[in-house]
């Protein structure tokens, strides 16, 4: 068995154009002040590997550029109890702070530099489906339980949006291949239940109106269009994509998209007004208790369920 103190690991910001990221890299530098930063890098891939290429330690932590880390994060000791543990790469959760939502978008993770040295994903795909858009299909990368941060994909409008829209996307995905309808609506019920708060919630935060927008937008194009959907992972595209949409109401823009999400999709659209979207944030997941640092997702539910 080996453990090693999160504050001995190597702290890499990785920031592109978020409104937010300067704001946020001061408070980062004042709670870790070992952070190191990489800035502006396209895509995906390649930002990553900078980030693994300035990091001094094998395994290093990585913050996004919307992520604001709870402190306590840097207190705990992750331990590897087999050599899998080791070579894993893992994603915390981080609480959305537009809708409420708790997953692994936007959270706290630690890779090593040989996964990133190793991989091939989004601009630098090897083809497969599975790494055309996301990093997260590799057996190696492991989802956790526990929430360590609060993500804020609000910092501008564009931003809100393209957040949005991304997970509009993405969470329309069977291990990055476009589903059919028909594949779309017996999928995973948890990917539907987030993709339905996406939709619907967060008009009580600033840009919220644009996240749920983007979202509307990013799952219509997805399952409705012939729309490139691996087009995602290329923030070039999104940014013409944005200047299409950027002078519309973005509530009259949603309620645009809805009706054809609802009957063809069978998903509920029912945007909550402000005082009813921070009602539901203030009870969704109230009762909700990190395990451990090192808890895997996929342990809680197989004990949920008595796997």
Known sequence: MKQIDIADLDCIYLSYDEANREEHWVKIKNMVP????????????????AAAELSNTERFVLIDGDNLPNPVFFNQTLTFTTPEYQQAVFRWRARNHVNGLMYGNGG???????????????????????????????????AMHDCY?????????????RAGFREG?????????????????????RNIDNLTIWHNVGADAEHGEWAMAGARQGTYMTMLT???HTLVQDFAALADLWETVKDSNPRILSNQLGPDLGTQLDLPMAILEAE????????YRGDWRNRGVMVREIDVIRQQEGW
């Open 276 to 283: 009813q979207s921070a009602f539901f944030k203030h009870h």
């Open 149 to 161: 941060s609060t993500t804020y994909p609000n910092g501008s409008a564009s931003q809100a949006w």
């Open 226 to 228: 012939n729309w490139d």
């Open 34 to 49: 070992w952070a190191q930063r990489v800035d502006g890098v396209k895509g995906s891939d390649a930002a990553h590997k």
């Open 169 to 189: 996307v993405k969470m329309c995905l069977q291990r990055g291949r476009r589903p059919s309808i028909e594949e779309f609506k017996n999928q995973v019920l």
């Open 108 to 142: 706290l993770s630690s890779w090593t530099k040989t996964f990133v040295r190793d991989m091939r994903t989004h601009e630098a795909t090897d083809g497969r489906a599975e790494t055309q858009v996301e990093f997260c299909f590799d057996p190696q990368y492991w």
